[in-house]
């Protein structure tokens, strides 16, 4: 059976990280999980020490010093995971907005299908997002048709933060020329994968808002994804000549 792990970013998750962990240790599917923590002031990362002990050699914790960023944390997860033998690694939040029964559905797809991308996405048929303040969904959708727009992607939900990647697309991928830090480097998996002419496939989900602890996202996110998603076009062309 080819090998999946989640790579989950924490920052202050203390009120999620061990319901999250039971959730996915309690799947049908032999999910091995990973939290990077960037030394979460709350204590995340002890918990999970703690729970470590319950679940070895099937959870992981990776701590950095400080809070890097949500796409450091995942290139650091998928750098991680490509150094084991793992054959498929799946992007999650701590916060339960990704439901982790779906994570069931992601795999099952991935392998039946072979493809090397599956998104978990929101804006396939309308919007499937619950309890979000209206003007974080339209942000969020703004953004996904704005990227598809710009990139030419035929992607409906770019900025989808549940994905699946096989190992072979992850190697393909020069994980070092990642620019983005935030939440813009979603989008820019996606394009880098895009242009690689992988084999990728988005399913439903349904996406709802935390109930526990508090959203990290900032203004300083929303502009480093309007003026790079121009960038990066523009890289990918003169790239091509
Ligand atoms: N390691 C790490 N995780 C982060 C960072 N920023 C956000 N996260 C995690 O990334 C996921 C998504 O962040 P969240 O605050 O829920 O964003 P939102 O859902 O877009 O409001 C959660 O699991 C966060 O704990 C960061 O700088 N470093
Ligand atoms: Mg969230």
């Known amino acids: 059976m080819p090998k999946p792990l989640v790579i989950v970013p924490t920052y202050n998750e203390i009120e999620n990280i061990e319901l999250l962990v039971e959730a996915v240790f ?21 918990a999970i020490n703690e729970l470590i002990k319950k679940y070895p050699n099937k959870l992981f914790l990776e701590s950095r010093k400080g809070k890097l960023g949500l796409g450091t944390a995942y290139i650091h997860g998928f750098k991680w995971a490509l150094n084991r033998n793992y054959d498929y690694i799946f992007e999650m939040d701590a916060d339960f907005s990704h439901n982790p029964n779906d994570l069931v559905k992601l795999y099952q797809t991935a392998t ?8 978990g996405s929101r804006y396939i048929k309308g919007v499937n997002v619950v309890n ?5 969904v339209l942000l969020s959708y703004g953004a996904s048709k704005y990227v598809q727009f710009i990139t030419g992607m035929p992607i409906c939900d770019t900025t989808a933060g549940f994905v699946c990647y096989s190992r072979n697309l992850l190697e393909q991928i020069n994980l070092n020329n990642i620019k983005f830090v935030g939440y813009a480097f979603q ?8 242009l690689k002419k992988c084999a990728y496939k988005e399913i439903p989900v349904i996406f709802t808002d935390r109930t526990r602890g508090n959203s990290k996202m900032s203004k300083g996110i929303i502009s480093e994804a309007i003026f790079g998603v121009i960038q990066m076009k523009l890289n990918s062309i003169f790239n091509k000549k």
């Not at 979000?132 to 974080?136: A, E, I, K, T, V």
């Open 132 to 136: 979000w303040p209206m003007s974080r």
């Open 112 to 119: 039946s299908e072979n493809m090397d991308m599956v998104i």
């Open 187 to 194: 989008i820019e998996m996606k394009f880098k994968a895009y």
């Open 26 to 46: 309690q799947l049908p599917i032999a999910f091995d999980l990973l939290i990077v923590d960037d030394n979460s002031p709350d204590g995340t990362a002890n």
